[in-house]
């Protein structure tokens, strides 16, 4: 039998990087936030002054991204880049590199090579519909574009970064609108996927949800 998936998807900001981990080490499977490769394709193109508009450039900086996670950190070669990728321009730049085929190709492989036994935790915007189609339990984790920028906006604010509220919920539908848009992978629900509104829901809910849903098809 193939190892399991729960692929999570969803919108910016929905909570997915919380939940599919707190999933993941719940069932002690492995995990792959897949948002983190784009963003590490963003920070090393903006580092090195690549255009953010060539695919070719940027297809082979992704391809060969010296991307290491260990323990829930990011690594870029040796350098721990957790927090920097968090960072607007990250952000900005990650939903700009991600509409180019030629950069999710590259990045193609190496998402699949994170299902490994007994089970993956994937989130992103793909997951259900393209990386893995053949997961066993696919949610569509989504919240409301205020309830998003609100969470975004304590969480840059706890870790002592700049943030304003109004200039990340601007920031959050424009790249909404970006990832819905494209035409390779948009993010949108997928007909087999569970719609999960955590818009007044908290995190130990959502876990509760997803985990249930797992046991559910286990
Ligand atoms: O999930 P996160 O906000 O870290 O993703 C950053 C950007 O990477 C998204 O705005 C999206 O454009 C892109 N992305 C994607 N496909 C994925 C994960 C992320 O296109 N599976």
Redesign the pocket.
Known sequence: TPVPVVAI?GP??SG??TVGARVAEALGWHHL???????LTALSAIRRGVDLGDAAALSALAAALPARFDGGRVLLGDEDVSDEIREEAC?VG??RV??LPAV?DALFGRQRDFRQGPGLVA?????GST?FPDAQVKVFLTASAEARAERRYKQLIEKGLPAKLESLMQDLRE?DA??AARSV?P?QQQPDAVLLDTTSMDVDAAVAFVLDLVRDRG
Request: hydrophobic residues 30%; without cysteine; aromatic residues 4%.
């Open positions: 998807d910016s900001a997915k990087g936030d897949s948002g983190t490769l784009y963003r952000s990650a939903s991600a509409v999710r989130e992103g915007r793909d997951m990386i790249r970006r990832d992978a993010l």
